[in-house]
């Protein structure tokens, strides 16, 4: 409040946003506002060019404007190890890390019974139907050590024991 009705729709929208809160949309629309006007257009364009053309990889779900991810397309990569990750953010971390070069599976989240989120809302039935149906030999369950990506990695390695490759948990420390 204490701004214009649309700086302040603009403020209450950003914030909606995971990890921005009402300061930090603030400053963003204020920066915005101070952008030259070609500037301006060409974000909001970006944005709806972004919405327009991203979507979920077929094969892992990680973000692409064609079917298949550069990673999933990459023929060079390691098709024998699987990294099942939470999220794209965590993809682009462990990539950011050049030390995996095997194929990635996002679950879109991690399981969270508070908030309902329970294995029929992630992606674990398509893992498990990708797993079936390929040749892996190992599978890292890279998800974050907080305590719900802790259960979802039991979880998961409760499903997938006894297929006949190892099941490994992301080292961390």
Do not use: W
Request: hydrophobic share 40%; net charge positive; charged share 30%.
């Amino acid at each position: 409040m204490g701004y214009t009705r649309s700086t302040d729709r603009l403020i209450a929208e950003l914030s909606r946003l995971p990890g921005v809160g009402r300061r930090a949309a603030q400053t963003m629309v204020l920066d915005i506002l101070k952008l030259p006007q070609e500037e301006a257009v060409r974000l909001a364009r970006l944005i709806l060019d972004v919405k327009k053309k991203t979507r979920d990889c077929t094969s892992c779900f990680n973000l692409t404007e064609e079917d298949l991810c550069p990673i999933c397309s990459d023929q060079s990569r390691d098709r024998g190890l699987l990294c099942v990750v939470e999220e794209p953010h965590d993809l682009a971390a462990l990539e950011r890390a050049k030390s995996f070069r095997g194929l990635y599976h996002i679950l879109g989240g991690v399981l969270s019974p508070l908030e309902g989120i329970g294995p029929e809302q992630l992606r674990v039935r398509e893992l498990l139907e990708r797993i079936g149906a390929g040749a892996f030999r190992e599978v890292l369950i890279a998800t974050n050590p907080t305590l719900e990506g802790e259960a979802t990695a039991l979880y998961l390695g409760r499903q997938l024991k006894g297929l006949g490759f190892p099941v490994t948990r992301l080292a961390r420390g």
